[in-house]
């Protein structure tokens, strides 16, 4: 399979002639059931949307040796949700399916998208998973920042004589039940955690203005996170839905190498004039 290119076809038939364990990162956003027919009448739903995504989740698997990760949500719809992604979830694990707590791209929800009685959308599902054990490369911190609290910061735990004790000092209970405070040196870079916040409340965040262009686009810094945490640098990121292209540009961008797969060839090309514009270094300008 060559790298670097955009291929329009099925994705399960082009992910076929990709071989076990040959790529290290894949992460996508397949559609959301029925919300949009994309134009090729895709109208899936419920169970049937689970059924459809598990067998294309296991053929991410089988190709790549690392993460394997799809941003993902269900529908509200008559004051029920949907709740495919959870269904989603279930049925992998079901299947012996090695699943990571799946991280929450955490949005600025569409106005009333909680509906008269509920509670605004403010983020959408992250399923993670892999074939097993350690992953084989990662740099968590990647898009980490520096910590909080120095040594000596932050007051918060009590212990049982009522005594505070900082966050930032680990504790020993020694053999006559006493505890011994030793102090901790914080990292430079702490692990930012599984609540990802790529700061979208607007269009002007997606990372290009080409990505408007597409029905259901996610912002760039959201792919560059997975990218620079879970593949390593010159090595390569597969998109089986690669839509507008967001996820090979961020590959591209963070010096990695990228393949994307699209049903639409209306998509494949808007996704190589992503790349082109991402080469040039156009693509910041839209941030």
Not at 62 to 78: D, F, H, I, M
Not at 87 to 97: E, I, K, Q, S, T
Not at 155 to 174: D, E, F, L, M, Y
Not at 206 to 228: V, Y
């Amino acid at each position: 399979m060559n790298e670097n290119t955009i291929i329009c076809g099925d994705n399960m038939e082009v992910m076929a002639e990709i071989p076990d364990n040959s790529v290290d990162l894949v992460f996508c956003s397949p559609p959301y059931e029925d919300a949009r027919t994309y134009n090729i009448d895709f109208k899936l739903k419920g169970q049937d949307w689970v059924d459809w995504a598990k067998v294309r989740f296991m053929e991410c698997l089988r190709v790549s040796k690392g993460l394997v990760a799809w941003v993902v949500e269900g529908k509200t719809k008559q004051f029920r949700y949907t709740a495919t992604p959870i269904l989603f979830m279930a049925d992998l694990h079901r299947a012996g399916v090695h699943l990571r707590k799946p991280p929450a791209f955490q949005r600025v929800g569409i106005p009333g998208s909680g509906g008269p009685d509920w509670l605004r959308n403010d983020y959408e599902f992250i399923v993670c998973a892999t074939n097993g054990g350690k992953l084989p490369w990662s740099d968590n911190t990647a898009m980490g920042h520096p910590p909080k609290w120095a040594p000596g910061g932050e007051i918060s735990h009590r212990t049982k004589t009522g005594i505070r004790v900082n966050r930032t000092a680990s504790r020993n209970r020694k053999s006559d039940g006493t505890r011994e405070v030793r102090s901790y040196f914080a990292p430079k870079i702490s692990n930012p955690g599984n609540v990802i916040d790529c700061g979208v409340g607007g269009g002007g965040h997606l990372g290009s203005k080409l990505a408007h262009e597409n029905e259901a686009p996610f912002p760039e810094k959201l792919a560059e996170f997975f990218i620079r945490s879970f593949c390593p640098p010159g090595r390569i990121v597969l998109d089986p839905f690669c839509g507008s292209g967001t996820t090979c540009a961020a590959a591209e961008k963070t010096k990695r190498k990228w393949i994307g797969i699209d049903v639409r060839q209306s998509q494949v090309e808007l996704s190589n004039r992503r790349i082109k514009e991402a080469r040039a270094g156009q693509g910041a300008l839209f941030g």
